[in-house]
């Protein structure tokens, strides 16, 4: 899994470097979002839920006012720039934390991830259930991201939680 992970953050940055060889580079970051959805369900399932536990796991993740907005996992909320076209602003990026968007997706995802993934998650013998519970909430966030604008989709967590889902009910299949 870490070297699927791996490959599609490869294919990212080949899509930033060279977007005329790959095309649809950009879909690493779905594909990362979904395994990340497979690896934060298995350290759910096998670990004891603890604050402490998410707080280290958050702090590992991290690498002027966008400094601070991606240091606190925020530069996925742009209402600055509402409406633009995200690979119209690759074009004319100078700031380096532009494409911190997505680790601030995921360590969003990550932060609500004990409430959805195991909290909220109904327990019974039944193995349909929460799988059922998984798959109603990817479907509400994927309609979600079908009706807002586009580009609010983009970067929105809600619009983007199907993807993580998806990789929560690969691993409970």
């Known amino acids: ?35 990340s959805g497979f690896l934060i369900s298995l350290v759910l399932e096998n670990k004891p839920v603890s604050i402490s536990t ?15 907005r991606a240091s606190l996992f925020i530069t996925n909320l742009k209402g600055d720039n509402e409406g633009e076209d995200y690979f119209r602003e690759l074009e004319k990026v100078d700031d380096f934390y532009t494409h911190t968007w997505s680790l601030s997706v995921e360590i969003q995802f990550y932060l609500i991830a004990p409430l959805i993934l195991h909290a909220l998650k109904p327990s019974c013998s039944d193995s349909f259930l929460p799988i059922g519970y998984l ?4 479907g ?17 967590t809600i619009a983007r ?13």
């Open 54 to 68: 998410y707080t280290n796991f958050y702090f590992k993740r991290i690498r002027e006012k966008s400094a601070l």
């Open 161 to 173: 939680l199907w993807q993580f889902i998806s990789g929560a009910i690969a691993f409970r299949l």
């Open 1 to 35: 899994i870490e070297g699927l992970r791996a490959w599609a953050v490869i294919f990212v940055v080949f899509f930033h470097f060279f977007p005329s060889l790959f095309p649809f580079g950009y879909l690493g970051v779905d594909v990362f979002f979904v395994l």
């Open 135 to 138: 798959m109603a909430l990817a």
């Open 140 to 156: 509400l966030s994927f309609v979600y991201s079908k009706v807002v604008v586009p580009s609010t989709a983009f970067y929105s």
